[in-house]
């Protein structure tokens, strides 16, 4: 079964400090992978994406992600953290089961990340 | 681009009656629209699929005749929480993909574009 996990619940990190949000993911075939934020009350912002190329994605907002096939890893870093980057940033797999038509994400438990001044 | 609305933004009704939510695609065709409910410091649970001009697709454990889902066109989904009650009351979501170009690898075909949330609140 195609899941993704996000092992941690919150990351504290000390403004300008580099940050990193964890995730793993377990798919058959290529994994297509996206991260998405959200702020209180708010939808949920498209951040990166990995589909196939270079292993380090570069989003919105100075965030990257990097694919490691081997760890079946793709966790969210961001060089210098600012404490207007505190929310909650999902990890999410597409499902390769529905295909190009029909497919789902699948989402992990997302991580709340605090930034403190 | 890829502007996704919803409306209400939030919504307080009595127990047992019905409220509507509309989800919009704004400056794109969205073949597929889906729809969400997240609970309070939890992730996003998908309740349906919602495809123009079928019938949606709904998850388990979603009653189809309580929430129902209606993607009259390609810019527009509506779900309507029938009968409400206080257990109802949560964060519904709506997400929309771009019809784009199928096998568009490196385009929007493979994101889903999310409205900003409808806060349901039953009394």
């Known amino acids: 079964a195609q899941s993704v996990a996000q092992p941690e619940d919150q990351v504290n990190v000390a403004e300008g400090n580099p940050l990193t949000v964890k995730c793993t993911y377990s798919v058959s075939g290529n994994p297509y992978l996206f991260w998405y934020v959200q702020y209180p009350n708010r939808g949920l912002q498209f951040l990166l994406k990995y589909i196939t190329g270079d292993n380090l994605v570069k989003g919105s907002y100075g965030f990257e992600a990097e694919f490691n096939k081997s760890q079946t890893s793709f966790h969210l870093k961001k060089p210098s953290a600012l404490v207007s980057d505190s929310a909650l940033y999902f990890c999410?797999?597409?499902?390769?089961?529905?295909?190009?038509?029909?497919?789902?994400?699948?989402w992990g438990a997302g991580t709340k990340l605090i930034i403190k001044p | 681009g890829a502007v996704v609305s919803q409306h209400p933004s939030w919504v307080i009704c009595k127990s047992g009656t019905s409220v509507k939510i509309e989800c919009r695609s704004l400056?794109?065709?969205?073949?597929?629209m889906f729809w969400y409910r997240q609970f309070p410091k939890q992730s996003l649970m998908l309740m349906a699929t919602?495809?123009?001009?079928?019938?949606?697709?709904?998850e388990q454990g979603v009653e189809k005749d309580k929430f129902l889902i209606n993607h009259a066109s390609l810019t527009l989904s509506t779900l309507t929480v029938t009968s409400a009650h206080p257990e109802d009351s949560s964060f519904y979501i709506c997400?929309?993909?771009?019809?784009?170009?199928?096998?568009?690898?490196?385009?929007?075909?493979?994101?889903?574009?999310f409205g900003p949330g409808t806060r349901l609140t039953v009394l």
């Open positions: 997400s929309a993909r771009d019809r784009g170009l199928a096998g568009d690898v490196w385009g929007r075909y493979n994101e889903q574009f």
């Open positions: 999410a797999v597409r499902d390769m089961v529905g295909g190009d038509s029909n497919y789902q994400l699948i």
């Open positions: 400056d794109f065709q969205a073949t597929t």
């Open positions: 919602s495809n123009e001009g079928s019938k949606a697709t709904y």
